[in-house]
């Protein structure tokens, strides 16, 4: 406790800082910091750096940048000469003498798998002590990369208790991702994908923001946790576009092909493949392709004593992904299901390997009562088409398929969405309240819908 008073007072007596042009404060200089620092200050920003690691701060001090990156030497040695970028190694001096702190220490694994917050700790600690004795606005904004949750669980409260001092009221708290590689960071910098800002409040958000004015691609602002979010979900796809790629190299290369050729091809395509498309969360897939085909490359590499981990796994995760919606209708408690929607998707009446006859097959196994409508199916059941298919492979599930919506509607306690039809939405609007719904397609309105009881989205 004295110890903590006798810091304050330290604090307390730094001198305010001069003039009325925006300072950045910049804490951890390693990569992420240099850049960043550098690149603040070369887009006209006032800025201090601060490190725990005196080398770094002297390297700087003398206008060299302590790490290499493809231009960071001359623009660390042309701000350090105009003064724009300055260091030192006392964070009070940092906090005090700038109006944002932007937090980029490491956050390495920690063992087991989990992330390391022990220097996004002691640094939060560190600004919160300094802004006990600020009188003006403060914004606190941390470039780490964090777990969701870390920055409102964690880091906030340390702010809190270290100043004394409420995040969002009289400070303001911000989570600002940060996108650049290795090796082209400052480039990267200056040509962003984006720019996401998560924030505890307006005004925090508009002055973080601010730092990056000038910059191109999109700029979202969005609840602190969905921006420390955002940069696992990039980190993992690229992750997986590398492991991906690395699989067809491998099987390419056994083949006696040249995988480089092979995407090439791939790559041209920008409508289905290096797209939008299949990216956004919905139910497993299924249908008379996808599960063939893949099954047919693993079984190719198989041949070939080949292991193709990635590969293999996408139908585990596929299969995964029917066992979540077993479990969640299993969880409620309730008997009496009604599925909307058989075939594969929507629009047509294929059965083969539809995720959705799967689903009803395991909920009939667990001995639910189970009322199914699908339009078409039932269609081409009446004409024909599919009436082989029904009564060969799937006869018991034949006998539970109707066309008539209002059968379901009547029959149902829980109901699954596993169509966007027209007729469908209208239905699932027009149920009691105390019916639950389980939407696999994202109906309309899913943001408003997810916020009642009773509605339950397969991935949001
Ligand atoms: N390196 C990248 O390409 C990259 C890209 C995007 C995001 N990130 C994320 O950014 C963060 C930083 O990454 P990095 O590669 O720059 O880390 P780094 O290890 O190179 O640098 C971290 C710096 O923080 C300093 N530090 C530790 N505690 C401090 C304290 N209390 N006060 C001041 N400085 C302190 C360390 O001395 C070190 O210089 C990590 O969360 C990382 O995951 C990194």
Redo the contacts with the bound molecule.
């Keep these: 406790m004295v110890a903590s008073i006798r810091v304050m007072t330290v604090l307390c007596d730094l001198p305010p800082r001069q003039g009325d042009r925006l300072p950045v404060s910049v ?7 240099c850049v960043s620092a550098a690149c603040l200050a070369a887009r006209g920003h006032f800025v201090i750096g ?4 005196p080398t ?1 701060i002297e390297f700087l001090r003398q206008g060299q940048s302590p790490v290499v990156e493809e231009r960071i030497a001359e623009l660390t040695a042309e701000v350090v000469r105009a003064g724009r970028l300055t260091v030192t190694t006392d ?1 009070a001096e940092a906090v005090l003498g700038s109006d944002i702190s932007m937090v ?4 390495p694994s920690a063992a087991g798998g989990g992330l390391s917050t022990r ?1 996004l700790e ?2 939060s600690e ?1 600004i919160g002590a300094a802004l006990a004795c600020k009188d003006g606005w403060h914004v606190v904004v941390f ?4 777990v969701p949750g870390t920055c409102e669980k964690i880091l906030i409260p340390v702010l809190e208790r270290a100043s004394g001092k409420r995040a969002g009221v009289d400070f303001g708290v911000c989570v600002n ?6 090796g082209t ?1 400052v480039w990267d910098f200056e040509n962003p994908p984006k720019t996401v800002v998560g924030e505890s409040d307006e005004r925090s958000g508009s002055a973080v923001m601010g730092m990056y004015e000038g910059l191109g691609g999109p700029r979202f602002r969005v609840p602190i946790v969905v921006a420390e979010m955002t ?1 696992y979900v990039d980190n993992s796809f690229h992750a997986l576009k590398v492991t991906f790629a690395n699989e067809i190299g491998a099987l390419c290369a056994t083949l006696g092909l040249d995988s480089h050729a092979v995407m090439d091809i791939f790559l041209a395509d920008t409508k289905l493949n290096v797209s939008a498309a299949y990216l956004r969360p919905g139910f497993a897939f299924g249908g008379s392709c996808l599960p063939k085909d893949v099954r047919a490359l693993i079984h190719t590499a198989r041949k070939h004593d080949l292991e193709l981990p990635v590969l293999t796994n996408v139908l585990v995760s596929n299969e995964m992904q029917i066992r979540r919606v077993v479990d969640s209708i299993v969880a409620l408690g309730k008997r009496k299901i009604g599925v909307f929607g058989l075939a594969f998707k929507s629009g047509t009446d294929d059965l083969r390997e539809s995720p959705l006859v799967e689903l009803a097959e395991r909920l009939i196994g667990k001995g639910f009562d189970v009322r199914i409508y699908d339009a078409n199916v039932a269609l081409s059941k009446l004409m024909g088409a599919n009436r082989a298919y029904l009564d060969e492979h799937v006869p018991h599930i034949g006998q539970l398929l109707t066309g008539e919506i209002d059968a379901v509607l009547e029959h149902g306690e829980v109901f699954v969405a596993g169509t966007k039809d027209p007729g469908v939405v209208t239905a699932i609007d027009s149920l009691r309240e105390d019916r639950i719904v389980i939407d696999l397609v994202r109906l309309p309105g899913a943001e408003e819908r997810r916020l009642k009881p009773g509605y339950i989205g397969i991935g949001w």
């Design positions: 804490f951890g200089l390693g990569y992420v910091g601060v490190d725990v690691n770094k964070p980029c220490v490491g956050t220097y002691s640094v560190e470039r780490s990369t964090m991702p940060e996108f650049l590689r290795e960071s940069k």
